[in-house]
């Protein structure tokens, strides 16, 4: 095993990880800063080369978006015709749009769409 | 090949076809891996254990507390606990009767026995543990192949997942059937939580209780919002959320363990979005184990799929088999 195709691995990794966008909001743990982290650092030394490269391989599966394409979805459960706006609302408030008014907030609670 | 309500299932035992020989160098590897078309040939359980990436559990604060006994997996009732379980005739034709009479619209009634009843099981059995007792596939999966600890929080939390599976195709059912299934299933376990806690777990105070439940509320409402961002957007968003509230934030867990839950989840969801709202809220659905590999299906199979239901539904023909429910979609 070489030490430079190991690095390499690891290069990739950390450049994929940086690649990855910035959460919508701020959670307790962020997922690109804690493996970002752990792959600067001493974390990795005792893991296998193969086995670096099947963690970069899976992680860039997951960027690729590889189970989103395979089980693709209808527009039946995406947009779905008990509340069709209901993921544009969440993705849109999410986005920091601020589409939400205090009668549509009102309107979901009371109708719950 | 397992035929399985209806959709293709396929299980495979053979070894990850992306796992590379090391010898190659990885910029020629790229190029190679890059034209191997996506295919998905393993089961989320045995692409999770070929992982040999050295990963410590998560460190509890506190050491969970053991169930100290075992309460009815549902309740008591004999409806419920049962399976053998018939009502006597002239009770079910009475009741036939009433809902014929009445004109009682059954796809609302039967939130209760299937979403409250059936899908909470579902919901619950998934990473269901006792002490010294054997494990089911899924459990197994959670527990022991993706390491994480066995305790009454993370069974809430594999409970939530499946939970939120579930109401993505509620959703998609007709408003008021949906919003109804719901609520049935949301209710039900909850309150099967509160049993638990002073069943189970020996939790005295009932503030203390209530306490938990607010809790596992807020949890809910935060774990549906990232797992519905991910269903909407990519990947690696679904697994970021996954990350957070499964497998707790640990900085230490194993990306291709990611990996194999979130093919879990959108395997799920395939097959969900391959069956109709009849079928749906008559309770037909049941989660596809981790050791099974779902297979997308062709037009001509969806379409063949759709007439046995059809033929099968055409039997159906009691008042309290009445349903508005599409056969469709």
């Known amino acids: 095993m070489s030490g430079g195709v190991r690095t390499e691995i690891i290069e990739k990794t950390l450049s994929l990880l940086k690649s990855l966008p910035k959460e919508r909001i701020k959670h307790y743990a962020s997922f690109k800063d804690v493996q970002l982290q752990k792959y600067s650092g001493d974390a990795i030394k005792n893991v296998s080369e193969k086995e670096l490269e099947l963690q970069y391989i899976a992680l860039r599966d997951l960027v690729n978006d590889k189970y989103k394409n395979y089980y693709k979805l209808d527009d039946k459960l995406l947009k779905p015709k008990g509340n069709p706006q209901y993921y544009d609302r969440i993705l849109s408030e999410l986005k920091g749009e601020k589409k939400e008014t205090f009668g549509s907030a009102m309107r979901t609670v009371l109708f719950g769409k | ?329």
């Open chain 2, 1 to 329: 090949m397992l035929l399985r309500k209806g959709i293709s299932i396929y299980r495979y035992s053979c070894t990850r076809g992306l796992s590379s020989k090391s010898a190659i160098l990885m910029s020629k590897q790229n190029d190679i891996l890059n034209q191997i078309k996506h295919e998905v040939v393993e089961s989320p359980a045995s692409m999770a254990k070929e992982s040999k990436m050295p990963s410590k559990p998560l460190e509890l604060k506190t050491k969970p507390r053991k169930p100290s006994k075992k309460s009815a997996f549902k309740s008591d009732n004999k409806i419920e606990s049962d399976p053998e379980f018939k009502m006597a005739d002239w009770k079910q034709n009475l009741g036939q009767w009433i809902i014929k009479i009445f004109n009682i619209d059954m796809d609302r009634s039967r939130a209760g026995p299937v979403a409250g009843s059936q899908y909470f099981g579902e919901c619950k059995r998934q990473g269901l543990y006792y002490p010294n007792e054997p494990l089911s596939p899924t459990a197994r999966f959670f527990y022991e192949t993706l390491k994480l600890p066995m305790s009454f929080s993370q069974h809430f939390q594999i409970t939530l997942l499946h939970y939120w599976i579930l109401s993505v195709r509620m959703r998609a059912m007709p408003f008021k059937y949906g919003r109804n299934f719901q609520q049935k299933l949301v209710d039900r376990i909850f309150r099967d939580m509160e049993l638990r806690m002073a069943d189970e777990l020996n939790i005295k105070s009932n503030r203390i209780i209530e306490n938990h439940l607010k809790d596992f509320h807020t949890q809910m409402l935060g774990a549906v919002l990232s797992y519905d961002e991910g269903l909407m957007t990519d990947d690696i968003t679904l697994a970021t959320a996954l990350w957070r509230n499964v497998f707790n934030g640990n900085p230490d867990a194993d990306m291709r363990h990611i990996e194999a839950l979130v093919g879990y989840v959108r395997g799920q969801l395939y097959v969900l979005n391959k069956m109709t709202d009849r079928e749906f809220g008559f309770g037909k659905f049941t989660f596809v184990s981790p050791e099974e590999v779902v297979k997308p299906i062709t037009r001509k199979q969806e379409e063949e799929l759709k007439r046995r239901a059809k033929e099968e539904f055409a039997k159906y023909t009691l008042p309290s088999q009445k349903s508005v429910l599409s056969l469709d979609e």
